[in-house]
């Protein structure tokens, strides 16, 4: 069994517990109602943690022991009950074997425990189901701090684009871990029609102001983080912090918003909509 145990150079803000506090103060400013931002069955689909595991970790309690292999197991018996067919049936053996370049007697055997999986077969499957790397292998821990922070980019791209517009309007509904149930597989049939306005829908403003490089730095280091924190919870190179920190570079897009979401962690976004 393996057992999650909080890294001795974690910094608090990465726990789930408070990832998810920062999310649900987000959600009131937004008018969502946290607790469907945050409704834990949602939550266990998107990220393939047990529901009683994401209860705990969102108590801030640590998870129990999980075992790699049995781990991997339940997962895939996540996805092929929540990322299915466009007609709404599960995808066979056959179907998952030939998608993700294997025989049905290796996809057979893995999808029931009776064998080891490889990093081939790891990385083939996530991509045949068109979940993130190591959706099939990270902690649960992790997976659910990935998910929690995909919500709280999400939430923080509506919330700079009604800055940006000056839209004061109530939210049309709650936005929380994305539905899986339902959605179009990865195999999804040939000439299947698409909204027209998919390809044509101009992306929201994602330019939050920053504070000037010397502030930044300062900023994180009043948190208590390293570089490499920082950068790992914004999905970039420690170099690409350093030169935002320098002011050599300037982030842009989703990681703009992500990075300035690290930087007002400490007074729990306080004062988002303001000066930086």
């Not at 940006?164 to 899986?180: K, L, M, N």
Request: aromatic share 4%; glycine share 8%; with cysteine.
């Amino acid at each position: 069994m393996e057992e999650e145990h909080t890294p001795p150079d974690e910094h608090p803000v990465t726990s789930p517990a408070v990832i998810a506090a920062r999310v649900a103060i987000l959600a009131r400013q937004l008018g969502h109602p946290p607790e469907k931002v945050l409704e834990e069955r949602a939550l266990a689909e998107a990220s393939g943690v047990p529901q009683y595991t994401v209860a705990s970790l969102l108590a801030g309690r640590r998870p129990p022991p999980s075992d790699p292999e049995k781990r991997f197991v339940r997962r895939m018996a996540v996805l092929r009950d929540t990322r299915r067919k466009a007609n709404g049936r599960m995808y066979t053996h056959e179907e998952i074997a030939e998608g993700a370049h294997m025989s049905r007697q290796q996809c057979s055997a893995l999808l029931a425990g009776e064998r080891r999986p490889k990093a081939r077969h790891q990385f083939d499957l996530e991509r045949f189901f068109q979940v993130p790397d190591g959706f099939l292998t990270a902690t649960d821990t992790a997976a659910l701090r990935r998910c929690l922070l995909d919500i709280e980019l999400s939430l923080l791209r509506e919330l700079f684009e009604r800055h940006r517009t000056g839209d004061a309007r109530e939210p049309r509904g709650a936005t929380g871990p994305r539905e899986p149930r339902g959605a179009k597989g990865p195999s999804e049939p040939e000439g299947a029609v698409r909204s027209p306005s998919a390809a044509t829908e101009k992306p929201p403003c994602l330019c939050p102001p920053l504070p000037a490089p010397a502030e930044r730095r300062h900023r994180r280091e009043a948190l208590g983080l390293r570089l490499a924190e920082v950068a790992a919870s914004v999905g970039v190179g420690v170099d690409e912090v350093r030169a935002w920190e320098e002011g050599r570079q300037e982030p842009d897009g989703a990681v703009r918003v992500r990075y300035a979401a690290y930087l007002r962690a400490a007074s729990g976004l306080a004062g988002l909509s303001g000066a930086p």
